[in-house]
């Protein structure tokens, strides 16, 4: 798998590369909750939208979600004002984590905050800090 040079495979991928290692496929989950409790792979069957995806390169994953605190601090910056939401009053806004997130190959920016709420690491507040009521924030 990692010679495919994927950060991100489908779960029916993982089937196809256990199957040709000759695991059976009622076994597969539980290989890959084993290489997951090592830290070879992330995979979390319990959390819609990434229980159909094995993350091979946790390190990957963890440089993704970094992009969010690694924001360049400029005035040029097109998310300026929600930069500043997130630094001084710890309130992450969904078009900044869109924004951060949009490349994080084949894991959608939404598939990360649920990972987030997963391990409680963020929780969905609503406030009167960001002026656009639909987008989603946490805290």
Known sequence: VRESKKNV????????VG???KI???DIPVALMFYHELGVVLFYP??????????????????CLGKVLTLPENKDCEHLQLWKLLREKGILVQPLYVAA???CESVEPEE???LLVN???AAEVKTNEY?????????
């Open 19 to 21: 199957a040709a290692c």
């Open 131 to 139: 002026h656009d009521s639909s987008a989603k924030q946490f805290f």
């Open 112 to 114: 990360i905050m649920k």
């Open 24 to 26: 059976n496929p009622e």
């Open 119 to 121: 391990f409680h690491l």
């Open 101 to 103: 997130w949009k490349n």
């Open 9 to 16: 495979v489908t779960f029916e991928y993982a089937c196809a």
């Open 46 to 63: 319990h959390i819609e939208g990434l229980r159909d995806k094995v993350i091979v390169s946790p390190k990957w994953f963890v440089d």
